[in-house]
């Protein structure tokens, strides 16, 4: 008779599901925002801006402005005069960029005192 033993198989540990592997990467401070992320929250976000930016226009022309200059009483300027702004400040980011930042061998290779 042998008294070899085999060995016993080892205990799988149950899988997760990949709702539970997510949860663990998420801060649990984050966690109650999480529903910011959703996608049904992002279309109904941009429909929000989208009517308020109509409803901020249409009122334009019901309101009679009196500005320090004529061209503020134009229809309509102060949300084009935004935009403008907002694209200028957006689209400034690129050469400053180019003007500020640092090449990619700018700090020297790690040394063994670091």
Do not use: C, N, Q
């Not at 996608?39 to 109509?54: E, L, P, S, T, W």
């Amino acid at each position: 008779m042998s008294t070899a033993k085999t060995p016993m198989p080892k205990k799988k540990a149950p899988a997760k599901s990949a709702k539970a592997a997510k949860e663990d990467d998420i801060h649990p401070l984050a966690k109650p925002f999480l529903w910011l992320v959703s996608d049904k929250f992002r279309h109904i976000f941009i429909y929000f801006v989208g009517a308020a930016m109509i409803i901020s226009i249409a009122a334009d022309f019901f309101i009679k402005r009196h500005g320090h200059f004529h061209f503020e009483e134009y229809k309509g300027f102060f949300a084009l005069f935004g935009f403008a702004s907002f694209a200028f400040v957006v689209l400034m980011g690129w050469p400053l960029r180019r003007l500020t930042g640092r090449s990619e061998d700018y700090y020297p290779e790690s040394t063994e005192d670091d």
